[in-house]
Every structure is written in C-alpha cells, then in structure tokens.
C-alpha cells in the first residue's frame, strides 16, 4: 500500500504561481511513474504530468510551458511548480503513484484561479 499526501493548493490570483507537493509513503525509486490530474467540477479527471525513473517528464498541451513537475527522492516526494495560472487551472489536484501492478491516488488538493 501507499500512501500520498497533496499539499500546496489554495486560492491565487489569474498570472499567480503555486506550488503542489505529493507526498508518497515508500521511496520514488519503488514506483515506476508518479503523474499529476485535475479534475474541475463536472468534468472528468484530466491527466496533467507525469515524472517517471530517471526523471523524464512529460505534459499535457494544455500546461505545457507552465507548469513543471520535479521530484525530490530523498523527501520521497514529487512536486508540481504551476506558474502563469488561469481561470481554467482551477480544480482539485490530484497525485497518483505507479507500481507494476498497482497505482495509488492521494486525496487531492484545491486549487482556485480567481480575481
């Protein structure tokens, strides 16, 4: 089992930054992927970047260029660096672990682009 802990979500203004963190319970080193999803209201959850073994990292069109996901292995945990937000960006965060034959999901974090 693991276990992970969103943190970092909040209320910021259209042009803010905001940083997301995803604590995991077992190393990163255990895991094959670690992905970021939002999911606004009504709308199906939405994969937003993925740090893989290696730190490769992937984004979806839509933050490509603004946001950035990192990793740090010895605080067995992942971040996600939003800049530029937009009314848009706004929903709940959402961290998920990859194992072979598993994943894992946090309990998301609030996230609201608003002036």
């Known amino acids: 089992q693991v276990q992970l802990v969103e943190s970092g979500g909040g209320l910021v203004r259209p042009g803010g930054s905001l940083r997301l963190s995803c604590a995991a319970s077992?190393?990163?080193?255990?895991?094959?992927?670690v992905g970021w999803y939002r999911q606004a209201p009504g709308t199906q959850r939405e994969w937003l970047a993925d740090i893989r073994g290696g730190g490769y990292a992937y984004y979806a069109d839509s933050v490509k260029g603004r946001f950035t996901i990192s990793r740090d292995t010895a605080k067995n945990t992942v971040y996600l660096q939003m800049d530029n937000l937009k009314p848009e960006d706004t929903g709940v965060y959402f961290c998920?672990?990859?194992?072979?034959?598993?994943?894992?999901w946090g309990q998301g974090t609030q996230v609201t682009v608003s002036s």
């Open positions: 077992i190393s990163l080193d255990s895991l094959t992927g």
């Open positions: 998920r672990a990859r194992k072979v034959m598993s994943d894992y």
